[in-house]
């Protein structure tokens, strides 16, 4: 079965603007995949949109839609009631602030849990059941080291990662072999526009161009995905990554917890 046949005719990436959702809906499109390319920012969109329909045959959509408002699941529902999902990458869900969860209101937390864990349930349990009853289909979910283990100034991030990893991969357990390919794909450090955006503000790197050191590119990470789709449940994405989480497993949680405290420290530097 080709690529397009098993995971096609279209797929929807929740996070397409830029950044590793934008290169996994140009690998899908590549593979001769359909894309349905859903973020906020509408002109970013269809840039990532032009690009994709100048490089290859495939038809894309743009849905502009904030994954943090409550109705955001139903609208992505019906923006795409015409069509044939076989593949569901769920991207978006970054944290831009990194700071104490005590500094902000509840509702920046309870924004992160609506997007980050209510929504990629949502949007799985409204595209999946096609998927089984076609005995094919593909899911990908992204995680993070910092859902591993809790840390500062990622309290409720990294519980939504956390969340994400372990739903992932209960729903590769209970889908793989319905024919539904699921992978929570765990990311570390990651030159994404997000992440050069949040060094630059806290001073890390001197432009927003500047490569964060010991960022993963993002073609290496998505290639890595590409390869792995079948092999879930859960993919350490890179070299750095997969050694950290190895090196997590001779931890206890306390140890593991203080390490992340040790490394948000030296993130913050002494005035924080
Ligand atoms: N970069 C890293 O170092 C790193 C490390 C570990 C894990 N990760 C994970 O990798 C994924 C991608 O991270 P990233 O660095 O590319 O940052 P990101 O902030 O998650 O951005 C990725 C995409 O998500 C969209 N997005 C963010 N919030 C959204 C919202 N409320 N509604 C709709 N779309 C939204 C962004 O577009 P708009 O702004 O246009 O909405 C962008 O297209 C995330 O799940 C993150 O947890 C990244």
């Known amino acids: 079965m080709t690529f397009a046949a098993k995971y096609g005719p279209w797929a929807l990436v929740a996070g397409a603007s830029d950044g590793v959702g934008a290169a996994f809906a140009t690998g899908l499109a590549e593979r001769g995949v359909s894309v349905v390319l859903l973020a906020r920012r509408q002109a970013m969109l269809d840039q990532v949109a032009a690009e994709i329909e100048n490089r290859t045959a495939v038809q894309t959509r743009t849905v502009a839609v904030d994954l943090a408002a409550p109705d955001a699941a139903a609208r992505v529902a019906e923006a795409t ?31 992160m849990v609506q997007r980050n864990c209510m929504v990629p349930m949502q949007l799985c349990h409204h595209f999946a059941p096609a998927m089984v009853e076609r005995g094919s289909g593909g ?37 793989h072999d319905k024919g539904v ?19 630059f503000s806290r001073g890390t790197i001197g432009s927003p161009d500047e490569v964060p050191e010991g960022a993963a590119a993002v073609d290496d990470i998505i290639a890595e995905a590409f390869d792995n789709l079948a092999n879930g449940p859960t993919l350490m994405a890179g070299d750095v990554m997969k050694a950290a989480a190895q090196f997590m497993t001779s931890l206890t949680r306390k140890q593991a917890v203080e390490m992340f405290a040790q490394a948000a420290a030296a993130a913050m530097g002494p005035d924080r």
């Open 139 to 175: 899911i990908v979910i992204f995680g993070s080291g910092a859902g591993l283990a809790g840390g500062p100034n990622m309290v409720a991030y990294g519980a939504t990662k956390a969340f994400d990893m372990v739903f992932a991969e209960a729903l590769w357990a209970e889908l």
């Open 81 to 111: 009631s015409d069509l044939e999902i076989g593949f569901l990458v769920y991207c978006a869900g970054a944290d831009p602030n990194y700071e104490p969860f005590l500094d902000n209101p509840i509702q920046a937390a309870e924004a």
């Open 181 to 199: 390919d699921v992978l929570g794909l765990i990311l570390g450090k990651t030159n994404t526009p997000a992440l050069r955006e949040l060094e």
